[in-house]
T-cell receptor, first 110, second 115 residues
Framework: NAGVTQTPKFQVLKTGQSMTLQCAQD?????MSWYRQDPGMGLRLIHY???????DQGEVPNGYNVSRSTTEDFPLRLLSAAPSQTSVYFC?????????FGPGTRLLVL | AQSVTQLDSHVSVSEGTPVLLRCNYS??????LFWYVQHPNKGLQLLLK??????LVKGINGFEAEFKKSETSFHLTKPSAHMSDAAEYFC?????????????FGTGTRLLVSP
């Protein structure tokens, strides 16, 4: 099993550009989520999904969109990037209470 | 609402000495508690979890944590630090009232290990 994979590893955007962060898991987990990690703030939940076709907002959803068309994939979309979205983004999946994290995507918005 | 407070942003120890990383939690219901570790430029790895079974929880790499309801604490310990333990550690809570899979993270404790 590859576990949770994320692409790209690193991305630089200009303010106003859009992009999609990819997340995939091969463990057949129903639950998937996106977090952002900022210095001194731990990880904060952006959006989550309890299964294909079902998504909901987390603690910091503004500026991000998600969809879940398959069990395996859970992309995160930035429609118009802002410098405040400079962060490290982690995707996670779980079947029970234990979440498995991807390696992260480091995003810099200029 | 649930929350966790990690009492130290940085902890420095010498190799071979004990490690204590402190975490207090707040929860209206019986919580599930976790410790995750993040090595530099890596993802997060689960060290251990408490889910209302035994109050002393053993994890990977010699770490353990004790759930103390009376003190609302879940401190992480290790008898003897190794250089490879240098990393950032996150105390995490989840629970029935927030959806047990929605994790709330502490701000992290960076563990520094000197030779």
């Amino acid at each position: 099993n590859a576990g949770v994979t994320q692409t790209p590893k690193f991305q630089v955007l200009k303010t106003g550009q859009s992009m999609t962060l990819q997340c995939a898991q091969d463990m057949n987990h129903e639950y998937m989520s996106w977090y952002r990690q900022d210095p001194g703030m731990g990880l904060r939940l952006i959006h989550y999904s309890v299964g294909a076709g079902i998504t909901d907002q987390g603690e910091v959803p503004n500026g991000y969109n998600v969809s879940r068309s398959t069990t395996e994939d859970f992309p995160l979309r930035l429609l118009s990037a802002a410098p405040s979205q400079t962060s490290v983004y982690f995707c996670a999946s779980s079947l029970g209470e234990t979440q498995y994290f991807g390696p992260g995507t480091r995003l810099l918005v200029l | 609402a649930q929350s966790v407070t990690q009492l130290d942003s940085h902890v420095s120890v010498s190799e071979g000495t004990p490690v204590l990383l402190r975490c207090n939690y707040s929860s209206s219901y019986s919580p599930s508690l976790f410790w995750y570790v993040q090595h530099p430029n890596k993802g997060l790895q689960l060290l251990l979890k408490y889910t209302s079974a035994a109050t002393l929880v053993k994890g990977i790499n010699g770490f353990e944590a004790e759930f103390k309801k009376s003190e609302t604490s879940f401190h992480l310990t290790k008898p003897s630090a190794h250089m490879s333990d240098a990393a950032e550690y996150f105390c995490v809570v989840s629970g029935v009232n927030t959806g047990f899979q929605k994790l709330v993270f502490g701000t992290g404790t960076r563990l520094l290990v000197s030779p």
